[in-house]
């Protein structure tokens, strides 16, 4: 089992950039396949950024594809979201996950898939 907490969301204008972080405990980082998403009110989860276990492959929303980077650090059992060129329609609440029993290079951006969730971290930029 692990235990995922977020943190660094806040309010940003239009243009920004913001770095959120996904802090684990439990078994390490590296057994788990990892995603971020994000919920606005009114709107369904959707899946923003995924890494597979092996940190070899990502894949992205097409929304956020060339400004959202997702990056992992085994070693300090972190899981990064770095959003640049933020816009107002990136607001909502963002959450880490994480997937467990998986084959090393499967990225997975289901949510129905995914084993634990963060808290969440409200992202809001404004205009």
């Known amino acids: 089992q692990v235990q995922l907490v977020e943190s660094g969301g806040g309010l940003v204008q239009a243009g920004g950039s913001l770095r959120l972080s996904c802090a684990a405990s439990?078994?390490?980082?590296?057994?788990?396949?990892m995603g971020w998403f994000r919920q606005a009110p009114g709107k369904e989860r959707e899946c923003v950024g995924a890494i597979n276990r092996s940190r070899s492959s990502t894949d992205y929303a097409d929304s956020v594809k060339g400004r959202f980077t997702v990056s992992a650090d085994n070693a300090k059992n972190t899981l990064y979201l770095q959003m640049n060129s933020l816009k107002p329609e990136d607001t909502a609440v963002y959450y880490c996950?994480?997937?467990?029993?998986?084959?090393?290079?499967?990225?997975?951006?289901?949510?129905?898939?995914?084993?634990?969730w963060g808290q969440g971290t409200q992202v809001t930029v404004s205009s």
């Open positions: 439990g078994r390490p980082l590296s057994t788990y396949a």
């Open positions: 996950a994480a997937k467990f029993s998986i084959g090393a290079f499967y990225v997975v951006t289901d949510p129905a898939q995914y084993d634990y």
